[in-house]
């Protein structure tokens, strides 16, 4: 274990005086995500923003002068219908129809029973918005009507009393247990692949690696140390990763503040814990695979292609967790992966069990092991070593 | 220590593109047909040859590198291919092809390796003290190999090859692309090494090094031990004119035969 701490640390002090890598690979990855999930999320607000804010071209047949005063001059704009094919119409404006009855005051006076029509392009927001306005204030002149000529049991056909519990947390847990496993997995690969091909198949080329093959250190202890160091950097990249969309997430949901929910008072310490496990766990499998790749590959370039199609079936895994409702049973969470992202989304969610995590954290160190038994015998093959 | 290789043999498998490379239909190549030396302690061992003569599978085979088909390696009184570990730790072992890492210091590196050869804090200093001063490294002690000349780089990585004072020591052109200043600091110290009862085998294609330090002389041609023989016998013998001439007239009855 002495050896393998020798090279851990060698490589982590090359990580830190070389300050282009240790920009590149742990503090650019925060930084992009911040800059590019703050961009998209002001460029969808001012989105959102401009459509609420925007004029709706109305076009109106019949409408009674009584009803006129209903829309705002600020939010509508109003023109006569002068019955063109209502789809073209609001394809073409953006705009919304809304056609009365000739007779509709007449019929409502006389307790009859008159027709609104109401015509907008569901495909286009502006229009659609229109749309909703509109809704929104035949919803409040039924209401009105309604409270003038009837008591308030006529108008009741059965009461309700309505109760709504909104727990921020658990909205909060929906929403992360949702997106985030993906977004670990991507985080740690993109930054196991970045760094692990120069610490590996970047010592093959550059001719360093048989130097230390040639010191009394064992070819397990080599390999652990590399494994190690690279699971060291990987989470210092994804941690970084993290920050990035953290601060991100208000901007990119629009929220108005998420000091309202404290992740602590969600999870727990337990909570936490198993996370942090499970997070560790994973980062130590994917680190062993890139591990494996970088130690068959001649160069840095030939690792890094040779692990891009494993990154995106990685990524295929961790999306299938987006339709997952969790592992039906809790032994399939032993396969490497597939298992930690649906335990990773479990306790996202407040809905794992210890089992499963124990399961999770077993398999992946068993597979890490294995995995590092296969970059030691690869360290170990003269063919693999010496290739050119 | 006494470094007796016995019938070493060594086959490798030729993929389609070295079958190509070395125009042949074969799908292996015999890299070593049966050598054996012996190198004792206070004696330098020259192992010469052409380029794809099968030295380098010699020496890594010795540094425990490569592993041969058959044949027999021993260090003293123990077996070099079985005790690995041990024999790693009793040699040192330099070719042109083991690089440092450009991002360090000397002064880092001597640490690291003697860490990785178990060597302690104290003896560390001592030995680091000693080369870096022998070899005019002190000065660059703090200095990157990067930005290190690549004299100061060559004799950097033999000062690295020998933190854990090894008493074996195999060194593959170690003069190779040195000024003649620099090459004769790491001839004359390869000669302290010797008189300190050190085993030392060098691989050059530089013959008047050969001339001038060595005391036997090995020259492989095509995976056989052609000459094996002391340099003053080849000096005094009527059958040799001069190692150069001996060495190209082995060449060309080989390429001669082929």
Not at chain 1, 90 to 105: K, M, Q, R, T, Y
Request: glycine share 6%; charged share 20%.
């Amino acid at each position: 274990m002495r050896d393998s701490l020798t090279i851990m640390s060698k490589e982590l002090k090359r990580f830190w005086i070389d300050k282009k890598l240790l920009f590149t690979t742990v503090l650019l990855p925060g930084l992009m995500i911040f800059a590019i999930y703050s961009i998209m999320g002001n460029v969808i607000g001012n989105q959102v923003e401009e459509i609420t804010q925007s004029t709706t071209t109305l076009y109106v047949e019949n409408m009674p002068e009584s009803l006129e005063p209903l829309f705002d001059p600020a939010l509508f704009e109003i023109s006569a219908y002068e019955g063109q094919d209502p789809e073209t119409l609001v394809n073409d404006s953006e705009g919304v129809i809304l056609v009365f009855d000739p007779d509709f005051a007449e019929q409502l006076a006389a307790d009859g029973f008159p027709e609104v029509k109401l015509y907008f392009d569901g495909s286009n927001e502006t229009s659609s918005e229109g749309g909703s306005r509109v809704l929104n204030l035949l919803d409040g002149l039924r209401n009105q009507i309604l409270a003038e000529n009837y008591t308030e049991e006529e108008r009741l056909v059965f009461a309700e009393t309505i109760t709504a519990y909104e727990d921020e947390s658990e909205i909060f847990a929906t929403i992360i247990s949702s997106i985030v496993p993906l977004l670990i997995v991507i985080f740690i690969f993109a930054a196991a692949l970045s760094i692990a091909p120069d610490i590996i198949a970047g010592e093959k080329e550059r001719g360093t690696l048989a130097t230390l093959l040639v010191t009394p250190i064992s070819r397990s202890a080599f390999a652990l140390g590399k494994i190690l160091a690279i699971t060291v950097i990987s989470l210092a990249s994804a941690f970084s990763s993290f920050i990035g969309v953290a601060l991100s997430i208000p901007v990119l949901l629009q929220l108005e503040s998420t000091g309202s929910v404290n992740v602590l008072d969600i999870y727990g310490v337990g909570g936490m814990v198993a996370l942090l496990l499970v997070i560790l766990s994973t980062t130590l499998v994917i680190v062993g695979v890139i591990s494996v790749v970088s130690a068959y590959a001649k160069s840095i370039k030939e690792a890094a292609s040779l692990a891009s199609p494993l990154y995106l079936i990685t990524i295929v895994v961790s999306a299938l967790n987006l339709f997952s409702d969790g592992a039906s049973n809790e032994l399939l969470n032993a396969i490497p992966l597939y298992g930690s992202i649906q335990v990773i989304n479990g306790v996202l969610a407040q809905n794992y069990t210890w089992t499963s995590v124990l399961i999770v954290m077993a398999s992946s160190l068993i597979t890490t092991g294995l995995l590092a038994w296969t970059v030691k015998l690869m360290l170990s093959s003269e063919r693999i070593v010496f290739q050119k | 220590m006494k470094l007796s290789v016995k019938d070493l043999k060594k086959t490798f498998k030729l993929s389609k593109k070295q079958q190509k490379i070395n125009r042949t239909d074969s799908r292996v190549k015999h890299a070593l047909k049966g050598i054996s030396f012996d190198a004792f302690p206070g004696e330098i061992f020259g192992l010469l040859g052409p380029n794809g003569a099968g030295k380098t599978t010699a020496m890594r085979s010795i540094a425990t590198l490569i592993k041969p088909d058959s044949g027999t390696i021993t260090l003293g009184d123990f077996d070099a291919l079985t005790e690995s570990k041990r024999t790693r730790q009793s040699i040192a072992f330099l070719t042109n092809e083991l690089k440092l890492e450009d991002y360090f210091s000397p002064n880092y590196l001597f640490a690291y390796f003697s860490k990785l050869y178990g060597v302690d804090e104290a003896t560390m200093k001592k030995r680091r003290d000693a080369l870096f001063t022998r070899f005019g490294i002190d000065r660059f002690a703090e200095v990157k190999v990067a930005d290190l000349s690549s004299g100061m780089k060559q004799k950097t990585s033999i000062a690295m090859s020998l933190v854990h004072d090894p008493d074996v020591i195999i060194f593959d052109e170690p003069t190779n692309g040195l000024d003649v200043l620099t090459a004769k600091t790491v001839l004359d110290y390869l000669g302290e090494l010797k008189e300190k009862g050190k085993t030392i085998i060098i691989s050059t294609h530089i013959l008047s090094v050969v001339e001038k330090i060595v005391d036997r002389v090995g020259i492989i041609i095509q995976g056989e031990m052609k000459i094996l023989e002391p340099m003053d016998v080849i000096r005094q013998s009527d059958n040799y004119q001069d190692l150069e001439t001996l060495f190209f007239e082995l060449v060309e009855a080989e390429v001669h035969d082929a």
